[in-house]
């Protein structure tokens, strides 16, 4: 009884911390920050100096509609609603390709395209965010265009032969050949990251949509995961395959592994089967462990970004792998009600809160060194870095906790 009570007063505590960042500066920055002229922000150094020619992300667009849509959602304000009909807006006038369909991956700072690759991680994120802008909006526009682009993704990126996507298509969505996600990944027909965000995508498209076609196409890809994507050797998520999913990588990122656990326990709690639940349940609580066991600097705090064959290859900790951890510990302590996981979440948390939160200019740096030194020289907002790691690890720490029953 001890014990529950003592879980009970930091589970409070931990909803309450994350709580005042969101409110008193995640919500702040971004209602100061998002808007640029008819669209929204592409790029803010770390001390807030804007470039208003810099290019204009599919990812980060699609991240502004998803999580002004969240916001909107949870707090019912009007002006979140607003920046979300803002970046919807955006997305459909610019990055829509009225010829193929899709989404475009890059435009120039008017609008006119600079890469029209249909890469399937940028159209994953068209769909996650689309469906929750209908979630808290129920426009139906919203969810025809969703419709839209998971016919084209399974037309056009499934692999029927050998299951899951390829990587890349060409604008007109023929399959382009020698692509890759971006410039630090392989270029090999599949990845690991892409398959994540589809499993996220899918995830919330089915919570909108309850169609068989894409109950059915979901639980493939968390097959994926289970038989093609983990190695049994390593214990790890490996990286990039070819088209029969041989293995072409070795190393491992302890971010993208404690998000996948999160990721795949919605995915089945989507579908509400519990019996695949009851299945998956070991390989999610295994996959945290392996993160706790070996990710988690047990002296300074925070998850290392990247390891391979048992050692730490980079100890850097970026923004996004703590905001996923504090949500993926959280989510195993809900599992399993082992201490060990709380306290890795509370641990994160504490590491965000000392070394990532700019107390100066708000919102997060984008990493700090192995010894928790922050990077003032990445920026605060570009392509990849935005809103949606931080607001949502807030959001899904607050909501998890006030509905764990038992608590209040």
Not at 26 to 34: C, I, N, V
Not at 67 to 78: D, E, H, I, K, R
Not at 298 to 316: K, V
Request: glycine residues 10%; proline residues 3%; contains cysteine.
């Amino acid at each position: 009884m001890a014990d529950r009570l003592a879980d009970q007063g930091r589970l409070v505590e931990l909803a309450a911390r994350t709580r005042s960042e969101l409110e008193g500066d995640l919500m702040p920055f971004w209602l100061e920050h998002a808007a640029d002229g008819e669209g929204l922000t592409a790029y803010l150094s770390n001390d807030l100096v804007p470039d208003h020619r810099a290019s204009r992300g599919l990812v980060l667009h699609a991240r502004y509609l998803w999580t002004f849509s969240a916001l909107y959602q949870a707090y019912g304000q009007a002006q979140w609603l607003g920046l979300a009909g803002r970046a919807l807006d955006y997305l459909q006038r610019h990055f829509w390709d009225a010829q193929y369909g899709g989404y475009l991956w890059e435009l120039d700072a008017d609008g006119r395209c600079l890469d029209g690759h249909k890469k399937i991680y940028g159209q994953a994120f068209g769909i996650y965010a689309l469906a929750q802008f209908y979630q808290a909006t129920g426009r139906k526009e919203a969810l025809d265009t969703v419709r839209s682009i998971w016919d084209l993704i399974e037309t056009h990126s499934h692999d029927p032969l050998h299951g899951g996507y390829v990587e890349v298509c060409n604008r007109d969505w023929a399959i382009a050949a020698g692509c890759r996600l971006s410039e630090k990944d392989q270029v090999e027909p599949k990845s690991m990251n892409t398959h994540l965000h589809l499993l996220e995508a899918y995830t919330g498209l089915y919570r909108i949509w309850r169609d068989d076609a894409v109950r059915s196409r979901l639980e493939g890809l968390i097959d994926i995961f289970t038989d093609r994507i983990y190695n049994p050797k390593t214990g790890h998520l490996d990286h990039f395959f070819d088209l029969c999913w041989q293995r072409r990588s070795d190393n491992y990122t302890f971010g993208h592994e404690i998000e996948a656990s999160w990721l795949l326990w919605d995915a089945v709690d989507a579908i509400g089967d519990p019996n695949r639940a009851a299945g998956l349940r070991p390989f999610v609580i295994q996959l945290a462990d392996t993160v706790l066991q070996q990710g988690l600097d047990r002296e300074l705090g925070g998850l290392y970004y990247e390891g391979r064959a048992g050692t730490i290859t980079d100890p850097s900790r970026q923004w996004w792998p703590q905001a996923e951890a504090v949500v993926g510990f959280l989510n195993a302590y809900m599992l399993t009600g082992r201490d060990a996981f709380l306290d890795a979440a509370y641990s994160v948390w504490s590491f965000i809160e000392r070394h990532l939160v700019d107390r100066r200019y708000g919102e997060w740096f984008w990493q700090t060194d192995g010894q928790g030194r922050p990077d003032h020289g990445m920026p605060k907002v570009c392509a990849w870095k935005g809103p949606y790691h931080t607001v949502r690890c807030c959001l899904e720490v607050i909501r998890r906790i006030d509905d764990m029953e038992g608590w209040q």
